[in-house]
Nanobody, 125 residues
Framework: VQLQASGGGWVQTGGSLRLSCTAS???????????MGWYRQAPGNQRELVAS??????????TYDPSVKLRSTISVDNAMNMVHLQMSPVKPEDTAVYYC??????????????WGQGTQVTVSS
């Protein structure tokens, strides 16, 4: 299983950020994506959750870090095995490496957590 992120780069303060991530590497259609989301890590800081969407029997549960909750939207495209993160307006403190994550079930592995390679986001004026 691979997670490939796109988007990121330099974003002007007050602008918009859109990150996308595609999960691939499944054999056939016998798999289940339990959750997808985004973490970030700024220099000198620990990796922290930005947003995640968890699929449960009673519906999807979305979690946001309080620092981004009012200006971010996470969305999962189940048909395309993709997760998107939209953030606006961005602030310099949003500068970090952003990591896509997913928890995926297959008959062979059970439920396993995966990380993407990380994409740098730099916010400045």
């Amino acid at each position: 299983v691979q997670l490939q992120a796109s988007g990121g780069g330099w974003v002007q303060t007050g602008g918009s950020l859109r990150l996308s991530c595609t999960a691939s590497g499944f054999s056939g259609s016998n798999f289940r994506i339990n959750s997808m989301g985004w973490y970030r890590q700024a220099p000198g800081n620990q990796r922290e959750l930005v947003a995640s969407q968890l699929h449960t029997a009673s519906g999807d549960r979305i979690t946001y870090d309080p620092s981004v909750k009012l200006r971010s939207t996470i969305s999962v495209d189940n048909a395309m095995n993709m997760v998107h993160l939209q953030m606006s307006p961005v602030k310099p403190e949003d500068t970090a490496v952003y990591y896509c994550t997913a928890n995926i079930w297959t008959p062979a592995t059970g439920s396993v957590g995966y990380w993407g390679q990380g994409t740098q986001v730099t916010v400045s004026s």
